[in-house]
């Protein structure tokens, strides 16, 4: 199983960036996805996630209206669309599923893959 996590980058204070999380030997389909982050000396947080049954999204305050998880069936590939991006944005994007559950969802302990992480720099 692998997830592949890119799209990350340098991008301006207010600029936007769309990173993907692709997966092989592992079907979203079975699956919640998630985004989690880890800026520099602080602890890795719940950005978002999609149920891939029935759809559901959850956002993390910091990112709602802001940034956008979606899917693409097809392709086996889930992406984050960031938009508005500010310094508070900087950190480390890892794509992660499991089988989190609406209770559990913002917990990284109910994720069991992994990507490598992608990291996404906002300078002002």
């Known amino acids: 199983v692998q997830l592949q996590a890119s799209g990350g980058g340098l991008v301006q204070t207010g600029g936007a960036l769309r990173l993907s999380c692709a997966a092989s030997?592992?079907?979203?389909?079975?699956?919640?996805v998630a985004w989690f982050r880890q800026a520099p000396g602080k602890d890795r947080e719940f950005v978002t996630a999609?149920?891939?049954?029935?759809?559901?999204?959850y956002y993390a305050d910091s990112v709602k209206g802001r940034f956008t998880i979606s899917r693409d069936n097809a392709k086996n590939t889930v992406y984050l669309q960031m938009n508005s991006l500010n310094a508070d944005d900087t950190a480390v994007y890892y794509c992660a599923a499991g089988q989190a559950i609406t209770s559990t969802v913002r917990n990284d302990a109910a994720y069991g893959y992994w990507g490598q992480g992608t990291l996404v720099t906002v300078s002002s």
């Open positions: 030997g592992l079907s979203f389909s079975r699956y919640t």
């Open positions: 999609l149920r891939w049954h029935g759809g559901s999204t």
